[in-house]
Structure formats: structure tokens, C-alpha cells
């Protein structure tokens, strides 16, 4: 069974960091593009960021790029979101979601990915 295991939300004021993780388990995503989203509530869910397989190449919403940071660890089947100079707009429930196909380009649709963690909330206050 394939889960994905997402940890490090929590209440953090504006301005403030956080390391959100996704640990996977089930079967290795190392050849298959990872990404984050979020969903605050009354609203869809949005694309935050995405990475490749091998993580040399990543994609980032117009509202996070430049504050958030997308990496991966292979080797742990893991991968992370670092989030810098949060906002208030920023809180929302997290998800990790990784895609069946290996080695596709990495896309900022929710349909593209087979794979859902539960999520994790991050509330940013002022």
C-alpha cells in the first residue's frame, strides 16, 4: 500500500519558517515527479510547487516562488518544502502528491498526480 506521509505543519506567525516533509512508503517515487499543494478553506485546491525526479528541475506558483523552496532525498524516498517570510495567506492544509509515471515532466494539475498524502495544517497568523 502506497502511502505518503506529510509532517511539520503547525501555528507560526507571518514572517516566520517552516519545513514541511513527505515521507512515501509502498514503493520508491525516485524516478517520479513530486509536488505540493494546498487548499485553504471555501477554496480548490491550488498548485504550490512541483519537482522533477532526479530534482534539477522545479516549478513554483507565482504566489510562493521566491519563499519556497522544493528539494527531495531519493535515498529517503522524501521530499520537502521549505517555507520562508509566511504570510497569512499562506494557511491552508498541505498535500504531497506524487505521480505514477516515471520520469514525465512535472505538471501544476492536482488530475496529473495518482498519489495523495492526508495533509498537514500551516497557520500563519499576524
Known amino acids: 500500500q502506497v502511502q505518503l506521509v506529510e509532517s511539520g505543519g503547525g501555528l507560526v506567525q507571518a514572517g516566520d519558517s517552516l519545513r514541511l516533509s513527505c515521507a512515501a512508503s509502498g514503493r520508491s517515487f525516485g524516478s517520479n515527479p513530486m509536488g505540493w499543494f494546498r487548499q485553504a478553506p471555501g477554496l480548490e485546491r491550488e498548485f504550490v510547487a512541483a519537482i522533477t525526479w532526479s530534482g534539477a528541475g522545479t516549478l513554483y506558483a507565482d504566489s510562493v516562488k521566491g519563499r519556497f523552496t522544493i528539494s527531495r532525498d531519493n535515498a529517503k524516498n522524501t521530499v520537502y518544502l521549505r517555507m520562508n517570510s509566511l504570510k497569512t495567506e499562506d494557511t491552508a492544509v498541505y498535500y504531497c502528491?506524487?505521480?505514477?509515471?516515471?520520469?514525465?515532466?512535472?505538471?501544476?494539475?492536482?488530475?496529473?498526480?495518482?498519489?495523495w498524502g492526508q495533509g498537514t495544517q500551516v497557520t500563519v497568523s499576524s
Open positions: 502528491a506524487g505521480e505514477k509515471s516515471p520520469f514525465v515532466v512535472v505538471s501544476r494539475s492536482p488530475s496529473e498526480y495518482d498519489y
